[in-house]
């Protein structure tokens, strides 16, 4: 297949791109070696969107920020991802720390960020009452929100496939040969895909990427990420996301809020051999409760339900790599996308774009685009009433499969046919929360089972907890 | 808005006999949701034997109990929804459910809350390492092989020795697994003797004790453990770990009353039992409200579940509506976990008391008293925290009680 | 000869002392005749009740558990499930319908209703 576009790793800024192409008559195609979208560091982080205080002003990073919260927020409104303008906090706990408090500030002042101010511990307590007394002082930032990473990515590459982006799953790249026809994209099963352009947005393997398409010149450094989820118990505990001073590491631990109501507490900023060693660790986790503590001494840790690890592509100069190939035309990089790559996601799909075009390619846009995507779990929101009715219209509605989670059997099969389609039981779990609750599909996990083995037509041996080798089953009792 | 006299929550063992229960002490205006296809509970994937012999005096497997009671419930025309989910229940008792149809919206003069428990996670653990296919918590695994008929892995560890977790252990060894063994953190296996005997010692498959699994291996299925040795905190003793190849990981490692509803409702929770505070009738503090079987307390043995239920259903028939005043008060004294009811309304028709010892003994006497007053003992050769107890104070024992009465356990030579 | 046992038949576990000289069994520590029946098997020719489940053949994705009506040779349990996984039965089943008649000495009877 011929496409004008080819985007590798369908992450949340693939897919972002994939989006905002498919405003355009062109032909475009997203490539993702996993089974489904968002699987890398788009469906484990913070699900932050920053304030824009904290990068080096006149870097890419902050020229995005403070561009992308604004088109952020509209997009999630647009796709109707769950996303709240919560606001954060940067607390110290000493004067050092209060000085770099003022340091923040006045960043964000260069950086354009309007709104910040500097509060007392006392007065960030009324506000934010489970905050440590040790607290002396905060940076507030009220246009700092929350969202769900994950679903975002899913919305976009849905919105995009709605919009004529073709999506190429399980299409691990072996090769890339640049030729008379454009750029040859080869999968580890032999399947091949050509572009004439080929952006490179393949995350944690984006060095890699660019390696096989003649123009490695930079290497990433993955650091994991280990972060808890506690019960929706504890999700009072805080309104705002908290967030220690920064260092050199990352942003620190922080304790947030999550659009679900969950509470979240991590990351640890762990440097990691390769971009899959997503373990989490004893050291890891006692260093996230420790320092979590430190900015809310009541939360329970007891109450987790699920802890993970996510691994952040960064790179030497600490900046995003957005850029055309010096060697190769027509290749664009999107590399080192670490935090605050997803508050920029939008922003970088929109440079992305004009990158694109300064290398040629031609943007006509498309008589009519559809920019919006109806919300799978819209039917949770709705009054009793509107659910009864719409319960005689789609009767699969009325169906509960997951109970901690009350999702029904018509968000389930919804899941697993609106684009893109959900093939695994992590998939279904990413769309709809089916699984994620107290149980941990304890109860709902042979039930999906079942709904994927019939929609999808396979037999129930074939299904996955997340694409090929991840068989939940070995077969029927023989 | 439609009327009934009680809704049951929950069509298990408990909400069965509950339903039979207050049928039966007059009340025939019962209703029972069901959120499975069919009523029975988890019962129906307990297809292994032992269950009945207290209650019913003859050994049944989970699903022929379940269709003793199912055969009482059709009896007496008891009106059972099957597939609805109840959502919420409010302390007016008004519920709300919701099946193929739509939503159910009912009006209860007594509701009976009896919607089972829940399998600990591997999330609530925080084991460290991947997140692979192949980690089930044991009654995941049980329906899966019991009920669809599909083998879960061909070689497994056991983190855990609750029931399920023993009872998979010899069900996956009949269906042709291997199982590689069962890791227990405490020094002390939480289930049942018999089931140590018939389920891990006839397949030789050993059972470590004071030993966990502290770290989960592969990337997309499991392929294998490490299990370590704890010291008295249940912190892994360095230079014990061991790596066990394996593509199955069953956690057996506690149960949870699942009680979302009971909050929500704005009922009491006893945060030892993780089930409702109720009376000798398992009333809870919302009048009319009541609990039985697993959303209570956990049991290991489905008799007294049915009991319990029978209990709250003939309570809920004859609904008083004192829920204020409280007799007596229950407490645990040493070597008890918890004691069931909390409260006492009435000292005219005596009381039953159950209650979990902290840890297991030996030759022990339970000791029921009154402030300095011994109201009652019971010798028992040994207890354990697998198997809960019961007490039978009689009428004349609490005629004079002032309250609190405590029980305690002494250790006796 | 001297043997420990833990009596299996009911969830109360009786510790069992079985002593076993030429052919004959003396039991203690039984609370129940049962124990006492169970310790003299244990020691001459070990039973267990088996239960699994059968294909139902007519019914998609529906299995019907089932037991053996009388307990079979502790060393046959493997064989009783192997014999039961080349059978299926046809719904509608009743608790108690025998699925066959002789496997390894025991009638096999559904322990569950299959409408």
């Given amino acids: ?478 | 808005m439609t009327n009934h006299d009680i809704v049951v929550v929950g069509g298990g063992p408990a909400g069965m006999a509950a339903a039979v229960a207050a049928y039966d002490a007059g009340c025939t205006d019962v209703v029972i949701l069901e959120r499975e296809p069919s009523i029975g509970g988890i019962l129906m994937q307990c297809i292994h034997n032992g269950f009945g012999l207290h209650k019913l005096g003859q050994e049944l497997t989970g699903p022929e109990y379940a269709a003793v009671y199912a055969k009482e419930v059709a009896k007496r025309g008891i009106k059972v929804y099957t597939e609805t989910t109840v959502t919420k229940v409010t302390e007016e008792k008004e519920i709300t459910a919701q099946n193929r149809e739509g939503i159910l919206k009912i009006k209860a003069k007594a509701v009976i809350l009896a919607m089972g428990c829940r399998e600990r996670s591997r999330g609530a653990l925080n084991i460290c390492g991947s997140r692979p296919a192949g980690v089930y918590s044991a009654g995941t695994a049980q329906k899966l092989v019991n009920c669809f008929g599909y083998q879960v892995g061909k070689k497994a560890v056991i983190l855990g020795s609750g029931d399920i977790g023993l009872i998979m252990a010899r069900r996956m060894s009949l269906e042709g697994a291997k199982v590689e063994a069962v890791c227990e953190v405490m020094p002390y296996s939480g289930g049942l003797t018999r089931n140590i005997v018939q389920c891990l010692e006839d397949f030789g498959i050993p059972l470590y004790l004071s030993t966990t699994v502290v770290r989960i291996h592969g990337e997309k299925r499991l392929e294998g453990v490490t299990i370590a040795q704890v010291d008295e905190k249940r912190q892994p003793v360095e230079g014990t770990q061991r790596y066990i190849p394996c593509d199955t990981l069953l956690l057996s490692v506690g149960l949870i009353p699942e009680n979302e509803l009971t909050r929500l409702a704005g009922i009491p929770i006893d945060p030892i039992t993780n089930g409702a505070i109720v009376d000798e009738n398992c009333q809870t503090a919302v009048p009319g409200i009541f609990a039985c079987g697993n959303v209570l307390q956990v049991h290991d043995l489905v008799d007294y579940v049915s009991e319990e239920a029978e209990r709250a259903g003939r309570a809920a028939a004859c609904l008083t509506t004192d829920t204020q005043s409280i007799a007596l008060e229950t407490k645990a004294g040493y070597g008890v976990r918890y004691v069931i009811p909390q409260v006492i309304r009435s000292r005219e028709a005596g009381a039953e008391l159950f209650l979990r010892v902290t840890a297991p003994f030996g030759k022990v006497r339970f000791v029921v008293t009154d402030g300095e007053k011994v109201l009652h003992t019971a010798k028992r050769l040994k207890a354990a925290p697998g198997e809960m107890e019961k007490l039978t104070l009689k009428p004349e024992m609490l005629k004079a009680a002032t309250g609190p009465i405590t029980v305690s356990l002494e250790v006796m030579a | 000869m001297k043997r420990q046992l833990t009596c299996i038949i009911c969830p109360r576990g009786c510790a069992l002392e079985a002593t076993v000289q030429d052919g004959q069994v003396t039991v203690t520590g039984n609370a129940c005749q049962r124990g006492a029946e169970y310790a003299v098997s244990e020691c001459l020719h070990p039973v267990r009740t088996v239960t699994t489940i059968v294909k139902v053949a007519n019914r998609e994705n529906t299995m019907v558990s089932v037991k053996t009506e009388t307990p079979v040779p502790k060393e046959s349990m493997a064989e009783v499930v192997a014999a039961l996984r080349k059978l299926s039965v046809a719904a509608p089943v009743a608790v108690g319908d025998v699925i066959a008649e002789n496997v390894c000495g025991s009638r096999i009877v559904a322990t569950k209703d299959i409408t």
């Avoid at chain 1, 489970?130 to 940076?139: D, I, P």
């Avoid at chain 1, 498309?366 to 039917?379: L, N, P, V």
């Fill in chain 1, 1 to 478: 297949m011929k496409f004008d576009v080819v985007i590798v790793g369908a992450g949340v800024t693939g897919a972002m791109l994939a989006r905002n192409l498919s405003r355009y008559q062109l032909s475009v195609c997203l490539l993702e070696k996993e089974n489904d979208v968002a699987m890398g560091a788009s469906k484990a982080n913070s699900g932050i969107v920053h304030g824009g205080y904290d990068p080096e002003p006149g870097t890419m990073k902050a020229l995005l920020n403070t561009r992308g919260v604004a088109l952020l927020y509209r997009a999630a409104e647009e796709l109707n991802v769950p996303c709240i303008r919560n606001g954060s906090m940067v607390c110290a706990f000493s004067q050092a720390e209060e000085a770099h408090l003022e340091a923040l500030l006045r960043r964000g002042a260069e950086n354009n960020i309007s709104g910040l101010s500097i509060l007392s511990g006392d007065e960030a307590r009324k506000i934010e009452p489970h905050l440590s007394g040790e607290v002396t002082k905060v940076l507030h930032v009220p246009n700092a929100g929350i969202i769900s990473p994950y679903e975002l990515t899913i919305a976009a590459v849905g919105n995009a496939m709605d919009n004529g982006v073709s999506l190429c799953r399980n299409f691990a790249v072996s090769a890339i040969a640049k030729t008379e026809e454009g750029f040859v994209v080869t999968a580890e099963s032999g399947e091949t895909v050509t572009g004439s352009y080929l952006v490179n947005c393949a995350g944690g393997n984006a060095d890699k990427i660019a390696a096989l398409a003649g123009d490695g010149f930079f290497t990433l450094i993955p650091r994991a990420g280990e972060y808890m989820l506690l019960d929706k118990a504890e999700g009072y505990k805080a309104k705002h996301t908290l967030f220690q001073c920064p260092s050199e590491k990352g942003k620190g631990i922080l304790v947030s809020p999550t659009v679900h109501g969950n509470l979240l507490i991590g990351p640890t900023a762990i440097p990691v051999e390769t971009e899959n060693s997503r373990d989490t660790t004893p050291e890891g986790l006692a260093e996230v409760v420790e320092l979590s503590l430190r900015t809310v001494p009541s939360v329970d840790t007891r109450q987790v339900i699920t802890s993970f690890t996510g691994v952040r592509a960064s790179e030497k100069s600490g900046d995003f790599i957005l850029q055309e190939s010096k060697t190769v035309p027509g290749l664009i990089h999107a590399a080192a996308i670490d935090s605050p790559g997803l508050t920029c996601c939008v922003a970088i799909a929109e440079c992305l774009t004009a990158l694109l075009a300064q290398a040629g390619l031609s943007l006509q846009e498309k008589e009519s685009w559809d920019g919006t995507r109806e919300d799978i779990c819209a039917f949770r929101e709705m009054k009793d009433s509107e659910k009864d009715a719409y319960i005689k219209e789609n009767p699969a509605y009325g169906k509960i499969v997951c109970r901690c989670e009350t999702v029904s059997e018509g968000e389930i099969l919804r899941a697993i046919h609106q684009n893109p389609g959900a093939r695994d039981i992590d998939g279904v779990k990413r769309r709809t929360r089916s699984g994620m609750g107290r149980c941990q599909g304890g109860f709902c996990g042979p039930y999906i089972m079942q709904l994927l083995s019939r929609e999808l037509g396979i037999p129930m041996e074939q299904v996955t907890k997340s694409g090929e080798g991840s068989q939940m089953l070995i077969g029927e009792l023989n």
